[in-house]
DNA sequence: CTACCAAAATGATTTAAACTCATTTAAAAT
DNA sequence: ATTTTAAATGAGTTTAAATCATTTTGGTAG
């Protein structure tokens, strides 16, 4: 069993699991998972298909494998694209272009994402893992009282990458390049309109006021919390 | 072939068709796609496994034939819900409503719309019909003078149903029920906060200028509108 | 009423691809 | 050098989608 080399390097073992990966997300991303076939996929990696068998309980397991390793390289690009002491809001736009640039290029992994869950069970564990990026930078700003802090950040959430996953799809479907007009409409109404957008007036320092006080408004309507 | 009935009559051909959506539709919710075998589909509808492909060329056309069903009556269902005299807030508020409450209902279907569409081809008509309803209430309020005329309705929409969607994800998978204050929230951030909520204050009309403020200043900050 | 025809339905058979496992090969320990 | 254990192999098995020669059904005409 590869899960507890003992007589083996990690190293070479690691390797040639990678190298699966790397052959499975060409391949999907090539054919789709329904077109991929384990046999391609084996050939593709220099591996005999039992191989593959080896690394991963079955074709679905390949593909969770691939989708798990695309976030987690995904959060940690996402952490370096934030500056740690730039405001709530910058930081917002940074993962913002960094999030919609990434999904914009790995479309189809992406996608996949969906199947690699069977089943109505839980999300991925690197997805979560992701999205606590957001989570990190908006509760951040509530320490820095840059924001409300009974501001429901589970909701945002949603509208932070459900808007940008769906504006994604918009632009694929039309061939369109990434288009940094979505980040920022999208900031401007989850956060007010202070613009740092090219051709906007310069000089004027991005107010946190705008921010507390369209989410100040947003909290006067919240019924119920549906989270903690 | 069945396209052409000459000898049967057309109601009886719509009906079989039908009753094997329908236990295509059950059959798919309940194990899934890839759980679901042709030959179970069939015993559900009564019919030999080859009668099901007289209608269906493949199990994925069989699965498109499902999702779309769905979409087209969704559509029926949500111009019902929309009063032609309300508001263009009021609109989107019954829309969202009405929505969410579906695809939270028929979740496992539309989970599936994304499996129905091999291959980074286009979306499926009917959710491209869909759409369209968000649309007209949207240029509805333009034409109506209650929305600026040169607001981006197509990124309004990504922000609209993806929203929606993420926010019925995270429901689903905390296993709670249909949330009314995920639409109360949208709306305010999309439109600014004119109150029509259960515990707000009450006897106050919901202004329009709340939501041509808002949009207004949306406006400002589009750089490119990457459509017509 | 019976013979005829074409549409519709059937399910045994074919096909294709995921997955298994007895065997071989390679690597590490003694 | 020998033994032991891990890793890899690919022919063979299994499963389920898709096909198609045959049968059944329902309508039409003589």
Redesign the interface.
């Known amino acids: 069993m590869p899960a507890t080399p003992r007589h083996t390097s990690r190293a070479r073992v690691e390797a040639k699991e990678s190298s699966i990966l790397d052959a499975a997300e060409k391949i999907f991303a090539q ?2 998972f ?2 991929a076939k384990v046999s391609e996929i084996a050939r593709a990696a220099s591996v005999a298909q039992g191989t593959v068998y080896l690394y991963y309980k079955n074709k679905q397991d390949l593909l969770a494998g691939v989708v798990g390793r695309f976030w987690t390289q995904l959060t940690l690009g996402a952490e370096a694209a934030i500056e740690p002491d730039a405001t709530t809001r910058e930081q917002l736009e940074q993962l913002g272009r960094y999030h919609l640039n990434s999904i914009l290029e790995q ?2 992994v992406v ?1 996949m994402t ?2 690699a869950r ?3 069970e ?2 991925l564990d690197q997805v979560r893992e992701y999205v606590r990026v957001f989570d990190r930078i908006m509760q951040r700003g509530v320490d820095r009282s840059e924001l409300p802090e009974d501001i ?1 950040i ?2 945002l ?3 932070f ?7 994604a ?6 061939e ?1 390049p990434y ?4 980040v ?3 900031l ?3 956060v007010g ?1 202070s ?1 740092t ?4 007036p310069k000089g004027k320092e991005p107010s946190n006021r705008d921010l507390m006080n ?1 989410l100040k ?2 909290q ?8 903690s």
Request: aromatic residues 6%; without cysteine.
């Open positions: 054919v789709g329904d077109g479309f189809e996608s969906y199947r069977p089943q109505q839980q999300d429901p589970g909701q959430r949603d509208v990458f459900g808007t940008l996953e769906f504006s799809r918009t632009l694929k479907l039309r369109r288009d940094h007009s979505v920022t409409n999208l401007a109404i989850m309109s613009s957008a090219a051709g906007a369209t408004s947003i006067k309507q919240l019924i119920t919390s549906s989270e």
